[in-house]
């Protein structure tokens, strides 16, 4: 999360990003764990150039939906162009995420490859959740997600010797 603040693309164009930090300080560490191991999904995809469908997760207790996803490999990440994909995407699959997960928050992290370099680009979106017929329709025939099941995990690992 190093200079995370020089990569926040907000829907409302603020760069606050001590909201996003909130969030995930509101998580207990196995939601932690959740969250590492999707950002690192999405790392290594991006690294490699391959195309991964974003992960997502959703923790009820804070009411926050959390998405994790790799840029797909080939489009521009630089320049006018680039940055406006990275910034679109990114919006979209949070504010898709949130509104699957019925949250009142979302948060996303977008990583991208600029030669030997990564973007790692983040969003929150913070609005209610309204029902929308035209997005239930839209995602029920392009769902760009992966499935998602409802899992308990602890927070501590034990080990008996």
């Not at 760069?15 to 995930?24: A, H, M, Q, T, V």
């Not at 019925?102 to 490859?113: D, N, P, T």
């Not at 209610?128 to 997600?145: G, T, Y």
Request: hydrophobic share 35%.
């Amino acid at each position: 999360m190093n200079r995370l603040a020089d990569h926040i693309q907000n829907p409302d164009d603020s760069g606050d990003y001590s909201r996003i930090l909130l969030e995930f300080a509101k998580l207990p560490r196995s939601a932690w764990r959740a969250a590492k191991q999707r950002l690192d999904l999405s790392i290594e995809a991006a690294k490699r150039g391959r195309f991964e469908q974003p992960y997502r997760f959703y923790f009820p207790a804070t009411d926050c939906s959390f998405m994790f996803s790799p840029f797909p490999p080939g489009k521009p990440t630089t320049g006018f162009e680039g940055e406006l994909a990275r910034r679109t995407g990114l919006q979209t699959l949070t504010e898709a995420a949130k509104y699957m997960s019925k949250a009142s928050r979302g948060i996303g992290a977008l990583v991208s490859k600029d030669g030997e370099f990564l973007h790692l680009d983040w969003c929150l979106v913070h609005e209610p959740w309204e029902c929308d017929p035209e997005l239930d329709a839209l995602l029920a025939s392009n769902n760009p997600f992966r499935d998602v099941r409802e899992k308990r995990i602890d927070g501590f690992y034990f080990v008996s010797e």
